[in-house]
């Protein structure tokens, strides 16, 4: 199968290193910068491209990875497609591909970095078709791909995005405040790392609202008193500290 | 090395059936209440007791894991003993106990539920003590359950429990809300699951600071207007959803 990944950015890069292993042909890679587009096909040897007039018209498969905004622009300026076109993107529409033959969306419901290896066994693939002939397509690359597949449509796949922001952005903030706490008292992170590990393993078979403990829950007000003391000179933490545990105890 | 147990919930049971796995003799448990007494004691083989005139006078080690509001009640009876008498409270002072011979905190920096198992490798014990020789023989028994261990006077213990807050139980609220999120339109938290590891995954070898990702860090006010309006009929999520949204980008 040959493929034209378009970006160069994180998801860009981990698909086309997961494509590439799986047998796919990455021929080319365009990127709106030179330079990254040299680093990713350096890297799975396939052809730098930074201008979208010399994509090649022929491959079976066209990657969209690039910002969410740019999408729509780069689907008016790309024409002339039959092979399958895909964007990647939580947040947008499939009607932005509307205007190709045979398109659809391959949203990964994951966090990608570009330091650090993904394995797509543990990769949810969101897919959307705009036809059941692209599905099963679809479904195919995504199977060879090896992580749980979902159908999911532009609607839902946005509400996914949003649960993912709460689950992954704003627990990594939660991982930055608790550091933020630590720093102050010259106290390591990693006394933090196996706490961490083991509040995200306790939902794995259980549901969050089963497993929340901490002072707001048990209404341990004395407690919360002390922290709020503590944090005394953050102003932004004692809020975040406040609200949260307020949340908490509306949910309970 | 004779145990008395003084406590039957989360903390209690589970340093129980470590210590007992490591070969110490619990002998009593306490409980105010005479079934949670019972039920832990017959977990391990010991003695219910729920009056604390009945507690054995001759043991080694008195762990005293109880609500925090208990422990000063519970040391004001619990009189006349000369061995180890220690609490597990991350925000109860080491001073609670100074009325005995030889005390000290044994605080393990990590969530226990009754329903889960727990590898005692992968929770950091943070010790203080009322003597060099106390300190001695904390290190020694926290040796044996195998994880890491730290010194770590009351102050900075409570500075610890104060981001556990942060890291843990306003983490898996962040959990809760994804769910939230997702269950009103029929969404299986299921699909959330890899995202939540790979997010905890990712700051066990780098600064969480180092891996933020998301709409607020990259300042894409396109996506988070998006989402404010897919979370319009929940005032109390667009509320934290801006509040953190705010925060991080005050962080960066």
Redesign the interface.
């Known amino acids: 199968m040959k493929v034209v990944c378009i970006g160069s950015g994180n998801v860009a890069t981990h698909f086309c290193v997961a494509l590439k292993a799986k047998g796919a042909d990455v021929i080319q890679v365009w990127s709106k910068s030179d330079e990254n587009a040299a680093v990713l096909a350096r890297l799975i040897g396939a052809q730098p491209v930074s201008d979208l007039a010399l994509i090649d018209k022929t491959a079976a498969l066209y990657l969209i990875a690039v910002k969410?905004?740019a999408i729509a622009e780069i689907s008016a300026v790309l024409k002339g497609i039959s092979g399958l076109v895909v964007h990647t993107s939580g947040?947008t529409d499939i009607s932005v591909l509307s205007g190709y033959e045979n398109y659809g969306v391959f949203y990964p419901?994951?966090?990608f970095?570009k330091?650090?290896g993904?394995d797509f066994n543990?990769?949810?693939l969101?897919l959307e078709a705009g036809s059941e002939q692209v599905m099963k397509r679809l479904k195919e690359i995504a199977g060879k791909l090896g992580?749980?597949v979902?159908e999911v449509d532009s609607?839902?796949r946005?509400?996914?995005h949003?649960?993912?922001?709460?689950?992954?952005?704003?627990?990594?903030?939660?991982?930055?405040?608790?550091?933020?706490?630590?720093n102050?008292?010259r106290?390591d992170?990693e006394?933090?790392?196996?706490?961490?590990?083991?509040?995200?393993?306790?939902?794995?078979a259980?549901?969050?609202?089963n497993?929340?403990?901490?002072?707001?829950?048990r209404h341990?007000e004395?407690?919360e008193l002390?922290?709020l003391q503590?944090?005394t000179g953050a102003p932004?933490l004692q809020?975040?500290?406040q609200?949260?545990s307020n949340?908490?105890k509306?949910?309970h």
């Open positions: 969410d905004d947040a419901l994951q966090t970095s330091s650090r993904i543990k990769v949810p969101c992580g749980p979902y609607r839902k946005k509400i996914l949003l649960s993912a922001v709460f689950a992954c952005n704003f627990v990594n903030h939660m991982y930055v405040l608790g550091n933020v706490v630590l102050e008292h106290l992170f006394m933090l790392r196996p706490l961490i590990m083991e509040t995200a393993e306790k939902v794995q259980d549901l969050p609202v497993v929340q403990t901490g002072p707001a829950v341990d004395q407690t002390k922290h503590l944090l932004q809020e975040i500290y609200t949260l949340s908490i509306k949910t």
